[in-house]
């Protein structure tokens, strides 16, 4: 399966799970369930051995988008800036995956300094739309990166075109 999304080619890499069971009867779903890995090009996940998302089901979970450009290299002009390119790399890995930011239904946000909480507030409203998506904002201590300032994490639905 293949998806192109505002000019960046993403693919979804189909992973069949193993069962494994201690019992003689395996569950039904164990047996045909597949996680499909979205990779995006480019792939600034792969040297930490991590995907981007995971489809499993009609749920795609996604990695933390930080404000980090196709380079690798966090945007600068401050916090703003580094939002709507977190918030942007989201909406590209969910449209790569088969969703949108209408579909999520879960999202975290992680921030360096929670003195940005009503800037979180504008950039959810700017890139959200009622019914917003359940929502956790932590601040943490730091993220990947010293530079980094937000970083944020989706579970969305999937709507298969093809049902």
Do not use: C
């Amino acid at each position: 399966m293949a998806f192109v999304s505002a000019g960046y080619k993403a693919d979804l890499v189909v992973i069949t799970l193993a069962s494994v069971s201690h019992s003689h009867q395996t569950p039904k779903w164990r047996k045909t369930m597949t996680r499909q890995q979205l990779v995006t090009t480019p792939d600034n996940y792969a040297p930490f051995l991590l995907s981007q998302g995971i489809r499993h089901g009609d749920l795609l979970f996604i990695s933390g988008q930080a404000g980090a450009d196709d380079d690798g290299k966090i945007v600068e002009g401050g916090f703003r800036a580094q939002g709507r390119q977190a918030f942007a790399n989201l909406r590209r890995a969910l449209e790569a995956g088969g969703s949108s930011l209408h579909d999520v239904i879960k999202v975290t946000i992680f921030v360096t300094d929670m003195s940005n909480f009503r800037d979180v507030v504008e950039l959810r409203r700017e890139f959200f739309s009622a019914p917003y998506p359940a929502d956790t904002i932590a601040e943490v201590r730091g993220l990947y990166d010293p530079a980094v300032m937000i970083e944020i994490e989706a579970i969305a639905a999937v709507h298969d075109e093809e049902k």
